[in-house]
Structures are given as structure tokens and as C-alpha cells.
């Protein structure tokens, strides 16, 4: 295998235009559960665990209200992740990858747990969703040492605000400390007293 990037040259146009977002930190003795964890935004995760619970408190909801738990929040997470957890706020091509791999992520996730699925199809079991979470969890590292070429690239910085408008005043000239002074002298008292 070629090295995509000998003598440390610097990028070419075309790399530079597919950069993607650095990926989210991993630990290497987190389980394959927790590896596919870290791509999916907490407050999603939080959501759906809420969700979830209320709706198995529930034991006659309606199948459909369960898909459509899991929707919504696989359709609201690529914009959770764009516009609340990324800097600067917005769709652009550079958080592809992050977007794709957390919202592939949560899905797998939810398959795992059963979700909906195991509540719809006859033909789910748990073992399924174990096997596709640990091919998921091994195959998106491989994903993204391909999208980062093995160097992610730092993250954009942070935009330098304007400084805020001086007001205009007039200027304060230091303090500068007081001498005592003598008391004046009035004009009628010769300059040596009176004899």
C-alpha cells in the first residue's frame, strides 16, 4: 500500500476539498458498544432512551408510535450534529463523514437494543443486532482512516470577533500626586514681615 501523502507533502487541492470534521476520541479498551457510543450525540441518545421508557410504560402503544420515535430522531440527529455540536454551525461537505457515521451509528445502535424492530418483525433476534454492531463498530475506523488519509485534520479555529467600539470620550490624564503649598501671601505684607 502507497503512502498518500510521501515526504510529508503538503496536501493536494483534491484532499484538502474532501477534509472532513477530526473524528470523535475513542479509547482503545472501550467495547464495541461504547466505540459506536461516541458517534452518536449524547443529548440523541439521552432522547431516545426517555422515549423509549415512556413507551414501553405504555405496553398497548401503537407500533407505529415507536417507529416513529426512532425516525424522528435518526432524521434529527445529521442536524443535531451540524448545527449544535460543530464550529461553525451549518450543512457543509467537511462534516460528511461525522454526520453520516452518527446517524448510521444510532441506527445500529437502536437495532442492537431492538427497538422497533424487535417489536415489528418476527424474524429479529438480539444476536443479529450484536453482529451488526461489532461489524459497524469495526468498519467505521476503517471509514474514517480512508476519509482522513491517516491525519485528521484539526479543526477550524474559532472566528476572531471584532473588538466592541470605543466610546468616545474625552481623554483622562493620569493622577498625579499633590504637593503641599505655602499659603498665599497677601499683596500688603512686605516680602520678610514687618519690623
Given at each position: ?7 510529508n ?40 432512551v ?17 417507529w ?7 432524521v434529527?440527529?445529521?442536524f ?12 457543509t461537505?467537511?462534516?460528511?463523514f ?23 418483525f418476527a424474524?429479529?433476534k438480539p ?6 454492531l ?7 475506523p476503517?471509514l ?7 491525519n ?16 468616545l ?27
Open positions: 500500500m502507497t503512502n498518500p501523502n510521501p515526504n507533502a503538503p496536501p493536494s487541492r483534491w484532499r484538502r476539498r474532501l477534509a472532513q470534521e477530526p473524528p470523535p476520541n475513542a479509547n482503545v479498551a472501550d467495547s464495541y458498544f461504547e466505540k459506536l457510543m461516541k458517534y452518536i450525540p449524547a443529548d440523541i441518545v439521552a432522547a431516545y426517555a422515549l423509549d421508557g415512556i413507551l414501553k410504560e405504555g405496553a398497548n402503544d401503537p407500533v407505529w408510535l415507536t416513529a420515535v426512532f425516525l424522528a430522531l435518526l434529527l440527529t445529521p443535531y450534529i451540524c448545527y449544535r455540536k460543530t464550529d461553525p454551525p451549518g450543512l461537505f467537511s462534516k460528511t461525522h454526520w453520516v457515521a452518527s446517524t448510521v451509528a444510532f441506527a445500529v445502535w437502536v437495532f442492537a437494543l431492538g427497538g422497533p424492530f424487535a417489536v415489528t424474524w429479529y444476536v443479529y443486532g450484536s453482529v451488526l461489532i461489524i459497524t463498530t469495526l468498519t467505521l476503517v474514517e482512516s480512508i476519509f482522513y488519509g491517516g485528521p485534520p484539526t479543526p477550524p479555529a474559532a472566528p476572531v470577533l471584532p473588538a466592541e467600539p470605543a466610546i470620550t474625552a481623554p483622562v490624564p493620569p493622577e498625579t500626586p499633590t504637593l503641599p503649598t505655602a499659603p498665599p501671601q497677601s499683596p500688603e505684607d512686605p516680602p520678610g514681615g514687618a519690623e
